[in-house]
T-cell receptor, first 116, second 110 residues
Framework: EAGVTQFPSHSVIEKGQTVTLRCDPISGHDNLYWYRRVMGKEIKFLLHFVKESKQDESGMPNNRFLAERTGGTYSTLKVQPAELEDSGVYFC??????????????FGNGTRLTVT | DAKTTQPPSMDCAEGRAANLPCNHSTISGNEYVYWYRQIHSQGPQYIIHGLKNNETNEMASLIITEDRKSSTLILPHATLRDTAVYYCIVRVLGNTPLVFGKGTRLSVIA
């Protein structure tokens, strides 16, 4: 079974530019989550999709961040315009939808974003 | 905020058991205990989870106290590849997100 795939693995952009990160979840996983870790800080939740719907976007830092999951398959996270403080590692995770039961999250290896 | 407390770092000799403690004194009846680890430059990796009974899989064992206020993750024979940051997380029933704390940095020493 293929794991969660993220692209690109690294991205270096200048302040003010736009970057789009992509996540391909494990096939059949309705739940998709975005997280990020900025330098020296803990891994922080950004948002949660169930299929194509945003279930929880309480962790999105501001309106420069836009996440989409059209068709309920892969997801994109766009940062526009990027600021220096957006630098960090962005992780995507997916899990099965088992209603009230728990299903572990499976993470990708992340996209390392550097804004200069 | 994370609802767990873990020591910031631990050392373990290669081949010995690594016992990683976690306090979660405010855990609710509908919250599971999850353990993840992050090896350098990789994404967090699921290890094990449990509600109130002890659990074992091919990677580790999870021992949860009877009052559920603390737990211990046991890696029975630690190897150098087990060097990582280990996260203990409580998670309510359903598909809720994980909330990561600072974790324990485990160093396995040859």
């Amino acid at each position: 079974e293929a794991g969660v795939t993220q692209f690109p693995s690294h991205s270096v952009i200048e302040k003010g530019q736009t970057v789009t990160l992509r996540c391909d979840p494990i096939s059949g996983h309705d739940n998709l989550y975005w997280y990020r870790r900025v330098m020296g800080k803990e891994i922080k939740f950004l948002l949660h999709f169930v299929k194509e719907s945003k279930q929880d976007e309480s962790g999105m830092p501001n309106n420069r961040f836009l996440a989409e999951r059209t068709g309920g398959t892969y997801s994109t996270l766009k940062v526009q315009p990027a600021e220096l403080e957006d630098s960090g590692v962005y992780f995507c995770a997916s899990s099965l939808n088992r209603g009230i039961a728990n299903s572990p999250l499976h993470f990708g290896n992340g996209t390392r974003l550097t804004v200069t | 905020d994370a609802k767990t407390t873990q020591p910031p770092s631990m050392d373990c000799a290669e081949g010995r058991a690594a016992n990683l403690p976690c306090n979660h004194s405010t855990i609710s009846g509908n919250e599971y205990v999850y353990w993840y680890r992050q090896i350098h430059s990789q994404g967090p990796q699921y290890i094990i989870h449990g509600l109130k009974n002890n659990e074992t899989n091919e990677m580790a064992s999870l021992i949860i106290t009877e009052d559920r206020k603390s737990s211990t993750l046991i890696l029975p024979h630690a190897t150098l590849r087990d060097t990582a940051v280990y996260y203990c997380i409580v998670r309510v029933l359903g598909n809720t997100p994980l909330v990561f704390g600072k974790g324990t940095r485990l160093s396995v020493i040859a």
